[in-house]
């Protein structure tokens, strides 16, 4: 997901931190694109297995400030980009070409 601040017109963000775009999505200046976080939470537990292996739980349910629990589902972005593989052959990146629409609005 890509998060841009209305105000600082040149800032794109490639976010994997779900509390940061939770945090982003309630600001009026503040836009998210692309698809749907994951839904894992930015407090895990990690349990190392070996080998390779571990499992990565989250130690605490993961909210919106308005009560949507977003803990296995997600969070939505304001604007939804779809990527496909055509896209990525053909040489384009749909997510940096929707950024780049919302950077340049006036």
Known sequence: MIAALGSVRGLIIDV?????VCMMRVLPQGATLGDTTIGNGSNL?????GNGYSLRVPQSPR??????VYQYVGLPPRIAVRWAAPDSAGGRDPFLDAALIQVRRP
């Open 63 to 68: 909210a919106t400030p308005d009560g949507f």
């Open 16 to 20: 994997r931190d779900e509390d940061f």
């Open 45 to 49: 537990l990690v349990i190392e297995y």
